[in-house]
């Protein structure tokens, strides 16, 4: 029975119906148009939004509708009542404040049950659809990451001008980079950036990101010079007309690019200039992941700062724990690893080396190996020699298969050390033709903590 002066649920109304059906429905069966219905509490086109399934209901304004179409909002909203704008600024901040488990939550629900028309139209659908990806990237979910920006790439292709398509394409280049798909990274990027030229879309937000973040990938195939190449034209670009912090992501890759060139110093300078220019923004995640990246130029050096590096590492752990997410995380854990086994301190190294790996999904294939790597030769320095190998080993093949070849040949010359240093000549020749198959390592010290596989620092972006 309903209360008195509220109408009974008109029997039309089916299970599957939408709600912009229902209010038609319910607003034609009390003879008011949309002008009537909406009275002083709402626009008019904003009903007809609303009937059209542009647009979603926050609670409020599904009982001012109720209450003038006289039932219960329960009868007008169904399933449908979201409050999309107010759980969006919750998540927002969920995520910002390094909360992305509460920002998966808040959004879950509603996220998954939005129609792909309902995104194409609806901005604020598509912000939180967006929001909820970096959550679940954050969260180290990489693989439900990238189905998520996937489904909003496809749509945000139809309206580049309107959405934010590129912002899109460069989380997916990232996290196809992370999985180690890298030439599926390499040819997203690149159309992406061909599209981009072609559809004259000069100053659209993201650009800057995602070209780093290709040139990240072309990096870790150890195609370095087509990286540099893209990067010194970005770093022009951005000279000239680009933000502060798109500059700085510029130079912060630059200097990625720089160091696996052999140009260590010229890697820290540039790393210097990026953290001055994101150093006057509130990208407190990229000023923390940056950190990280200066650590591995200084391990990179030869001989390597490690005591410098574990200083660095410490200070912006705080800070890379609370703002930038589950990888970068780990990612500062194998870096201190490798600074703890360089100052004498196995066990420690592999106590860390261990935590970055529990942070760690099966997808994240890169960072594993590089984690793996840093396992093993902690675990052969304390003499647990067997073990060492291989989880050595493991990381070399896992290298292997992503196509990242320099950086497995890193690890096979690491492990042909270790191998002729235990008097098992044909392992550590085996190891070492194994390392040769990746090109342009002659150059490199064969001490096996410098040319292990280096965590390389996750590719700015403002996510």
């Known amino acids: 029975m309903t209360p008195a002066g509220k109408?009974?649920?008109?029997?039309?109304?089916?299970?599957?119906?939408?709600?912009?059906?229902?209010?038609?429905?319910?607003?034609?069966?009390?003879?008011?148009?949309?002008?009537?219905?909406?009275?002083?509490?709402?626009?008019?086109?904003?009903?007809?939004?609303?009937?059209?399934?542009?647009?979603?209901?926050?609670?409020?304004?599904?009982?001012?509708?109720?209450?003038?179409?006289?039932?219960?909002?329960?009868?007008?909203?169904?399933?449908?009542?979201?409050?999309?704008?107010?759980?969006?600024?919750?998540?927002?901040?969920?995520?910002?404040?390094?909360?992305?488990?509460?920002?998966?939550?808040?959004?879950?629900?509603?996220?998954?049950?939005?129609?792909?028309?309902?995104?194409?139209?609806?901005?604020?659908a598509f912000r939180a659809a967006e929001v909820y990806a970096v959550a679940l990237e954050r969260s180290g979910r990489l693989d439900d990451a990238t189905s998520m920006y996937e489904r909003l790439r496809i749509i945000a292709e139809t309206a580049p001008g309107r959405l934010p398509w590129l912002p899109v394409v460069g989380a997916l280049v990232r996290c196809y980079r992370e999985a180690g798909d890298l030439a599926r990274a390499v040819d997203l990027g690149e159309a992406a950036v061909s599209r981009y030229a072609e559809l004259h879309l000069d100053g659209l937000d993201g650009h800057s990101a995602l070209v780093s973040t290709l040139a990240g990938a072309y990096s870790e195939r150890g195609d370095h010079l087509r990286a540099k190449v893209i990067l010194d034209d970005l770093i022009a670009q951005t000279e000239q007309s680009g933000s502060l912090d798109e500059r700085g992501y510029a130079y912060w890759n630059a200097a990625v690019t720089a160091a696996e060139r052999g140009r260590v110093g010229e890697g820290l300078r540039l790393a210097d200039r990026?953290?001055?220019?994101?150093?006057?923004?509130?990208?407190?995640?990229?000023?923390?992941?940056?950190?990280?990246?200066?650590?591995?130029?200084?391990l990179a050096e030869q001989p390597p700062d490690a005591a410098a590096a574990r200083r660095i590492l410490r200070a912006a752990l705080p800070e890379v724990r609370q703002h930038a997410g589950t990888l970068s995380v780990a990612s500062a854990e194998t870096e201190l690893a490798r600074c703890e086994l360089l100052l004498g301190?196995?066990?420690v190294a592999r106590r860390l080396a261990q935590s970055a790996l529990k942070r760690l999904h099966d997808e994240h294939r890169l960072e594993r190996a590089r984690a793996l790597t840093a396992l093993g030769a902690a675990l052969v320095a304390s003499g647990d020699t067997a073990a060492g190998i291989a989880e050595l080993e493991e990381a070399a093949d896992t290298l292997g298969r992503v196509e990242a070849p320099r950086q497995a040949a890193a690890v096979w010359r690491q492990l042909s050390e270790t191998f002729r240093r235990l008097g098992d000549p044909a392992r550590a020749l085996e190891a070492a033709d194994r390392a040769m198959d990746g090109a342009g390592l002659a150059h490199e010290s064969l001490t096996p903590?410098?040319?292990?596989?280096?965590?390389?620092?996750r590719q700015p972006s403002r996510r």
């Open 274 to 298: 990026a953290a001055a220019l994101l150093s006057t923004g509130d990208d407190i995640r990229s000023r923390a992941r940056l950190q990280v990246t200066k650590a591995w130029l200084l």
């Open 7 to 124: 109408r009974a649920p008109e029997r039309g109304d089916s299970a599957d119906a939408t709600f912009g059906q229902r209010l038609r429905r319910r607003r034609e069966h009390a003879g008011l148009s949309q002008v009537a219905l909406a009275g002083t509490a709402l626009h008019p086109s904003y009903v007809s939004l609303l009937e059209s399934d542009r647009r979603s209901p926050t609670t409020a304004v599904v009982k001012v509708l109720a209450a003038r179409l006289g039932i219960l909002p329960e009868e007008l909203a169904g399933d449908v009542i979201d409050d999309l704008g107010e759980q969006l600024l919750l998540a927002d901040a969920a995520v910002s404040t390094g909360r992305p488990g509460d920002a998966i939550t808040l959004l879950e629900e509603v996220v998954t049950t939005l129609r792909p028309d309902r995104l194409a139209e609806d901005a604020n």
């Open 345 to 347: 301190r196995a066990d």
């Open 449 to 457: 903590t410098v040319t292990s596989a280096r965590a390389r620092p």
